[in-house]
């Protein structure tokens, strides 16, 4: 690929999703936008690049960043973070809150939004129907396999029995194992596409749990305190954001409080 052509191809990346992709990226974003090539039969990436750049319907940017997002994830990823939302969920239960509103930021195929879903379920029990949770994406691709909620027997690797039996049906196609999400648990989950460094967001509510792991590390520290810093807004003080094991506000100026490594609260002001 021809070395101008590339660095439009990243230019066009950043600006459209805050993704930072160094030099180093070049083979990566080669094959991957060759996927989109083969499908429009269009054999030269300069040729692609005037196609991309003078698309008017806005439809060729959503496709391109669908094969240039990096989507990876797991049921229960990162586990102890898990077990620190059912405890927050029990609580405040207990305590009588009768609406609880949890947002997975980069929901990706829906591991993560479905996985919060499961332990809220597990932790409020018949209460759970006050819970709800927006789980966002840029990619469209991502989104349309959160939303229809199938995934094969590989990505259940680690997810207990007793689990798989609780949430999920297990069926065959085509010689294939899969695994449906349950429809109590997938009503709980409204997926919606949302460019994380385009703030501000204008969601309907504000959030008492935010999950926004293992994205901000594709964004250079500009888009990433834009984010955090709208993050903090959207969140009920006393709200809790939970970032990647990978991932840390000690560089960005912010008044979240460190509760532990990788979560963080907004202070109750007084």
């Not at 691709?141 to 909620?149: E, S, T």
Request: glycine share 4%; aromatic share 12%.
């Amino acid at each position: 690929m021809d070395r101008h052509v590339f660095d439009t191809f990243r230019s066009i990346v950043y600006e459209h999703s805050g993704i930072y992709l160094n030099e180093t990226k070049e083979a990566m974003i080669t094959a991957r936008i060759a996927k989109r090539m083969r499908v429009l039969g269009i054999n030269d990436y300069q040729h692609y690049l005037q196609f991309l750049l003078h698309d008017q319907t806005g439809d060729e940017i959503v496709k391109f960043l669908d094969v240039i997002a990096t989507n990876v994830t797991s049921f229960f990823r990162e586990p102890e973070h898990f077990d620190v939302l059912g405890d927050l969920i029990s609580q405040w239960i207990m305590n009588g809150r009768d609406r609880i509103r949890i947002w997975s930021a980069a929901s990706s195929t829906g591991q993560e939004p479905y996985s919060i879903a499961m332990t809220a379920i597990l932790a409020a029990g018949s209460r759970a129907q006050s819970i709800r949770i927006l789980a966002t994406d840029i990619s469209t691709k991502a989104l349309n396999i959160a939303k229809a909620g199938v995934y094969s027997s590989l990505l259940l690797e680690g997810v207990p029995n007793s689990v798989r039996s609780q949430f999920f049906i297990k069926k065959k196609s085509n010689n294939e194992v899969l695994y449906q999400i349950k429809d109590f648990v997938r009503k709980m989950v409204l997926f919606k596409r949302l460019n994380l460094s385009k703030p501000p967001f204008f969601l309907q509510t504000h959030i008492d749990i935010i999950f926004c792991r293992n994205v901000m590390i594709y964004f250079d520290n500009i888009v990433r305190t834009r984010l955090i810093n709208e993050l903090y807004r959207l969140l009920n003080p006393g709200g809790y954001l939970f970032v990647g094991h990978a991932e840390s506000l000690a560089c960005i100026k912010t008044d979240f409080t460190c509760l532990k490594p990788s979560i963080y609260q907004k202070p109750i002001i007084s």
